[in-house]
């Protein structure tokens, strides 16, 4: 149980185009999703928070407009990455949890601007 | 809010040694306290978690342990094999409906055959 699928795993864009990354929950209703990047070695920076039906919470620094968060469902979440460049690329991991505190991952998405 | 310190940053042992990665946090409010292990280029996966009313938990090779007092919880491995290399990272919140998880800044761990 409690499986999180990621599509796609990895994309190479063009600067200056948007991407779509979709985060679902394959087992369970998730009421929270949340969204990370993770530069190599390094740790994995919470980007955003999202509940169904209601608008994400995103962290300092991050850009709401550069980074859209859709939570139209209890099992799928996107990340649209709006006007990429090459400072974006990184790998790009989103969870799910129930009502409870633990959360899982998905596979994550490399995600390379050119 | 929380703040996670993560040590070491790297840890390598022999095959069949033990290893001990420790976090500490700020934040005395958190009480609930997961680590997760990730391969390269692979997902975070949950090992272990202990909730802030027990000292101990464990689970075949691994273990955790919990000092609220000070502020810090500890991962232990025995008998470590190679396929226990990976990125350790350890986590920590207050369990409520809006919780966020604040991670430790990760350890690599390699095992030696």
């Known amino acids: 149980g409690a499986v999180v699928s990621q599509h796609p795993s990895r994309v190479i864009c063009k600067s200056g185009t948007s991407v779509k990354i979709e985060c679902r929950s394959l087992?369970?209703?998730?009421?929270?999703m949340f969204w990370y990047r993770q530069f190599p070695k390094q740790s994995l920076m919470l980007m955003a928070t999202?509940?169904?039906?209601?608008?994400?919470?995103?962290e300092q620094g991050v850009e709401k407009d550069k980074f859209l968060i859709n939570h139209a469902s209890l099992t799928l979440s996107t990340l649209t990455v709006t006007s990429a460049h090459p400072e974006d690329s990184s790998f790009y991991i989103c969870?799910?949890?129930?009502?409870?505190?633990?959360?899982?991952f998905g596979p994550g998405t490399r995600l390379l601007v050119l | 809010g929380e703040n996670v310190e993560q040590h070491p940053s790297t840890l390598s042992v022999q095959e069949g040694d033990s290893a001990v990665i420790k976090c500490t946090y700020s934040?005395?409010?958190?009480?609930?306290f997961p680590w997760y292990k990730q391969e390269l280029g692979k997902r975070p996966q949950l090992i272990i978690d202990?909730?802030?009313?027990?000292g101990e938990k464990k689970d075949q090779r691994i273990a955790v342990t919990l000092n609220k007092t000070a502020k810090h919880f500890s991962l232990h491995i025995t008998e470590t094999q190679p396929e226990d290399s990976a990125v350790y990272f350890c986590?920590?919140?207050?369990?409520?409906?809006?919780?966020?998880?604040?991670f430790g800044k990760g350890t690599m761990l390699l095992v030696s055959p």
């Open positions: 969870s799910a949890r129930t009502g409870e505190v633990t959360q899982y």
């Open positions: 087992d369970f209703q998730a009421t929270t």
């Open positions: 999202s509940n169904e039906g209601s608008k994400a919470t995103y």
């Open positions: 934040d005395s409010a958190s009480n609930y």
């Open positions: 202990i909730r802030s009313n027990v």
């Open positions: 986590a920590a919140t207050f369990n409520s409906g809006y919780s966020t998880l604040t």
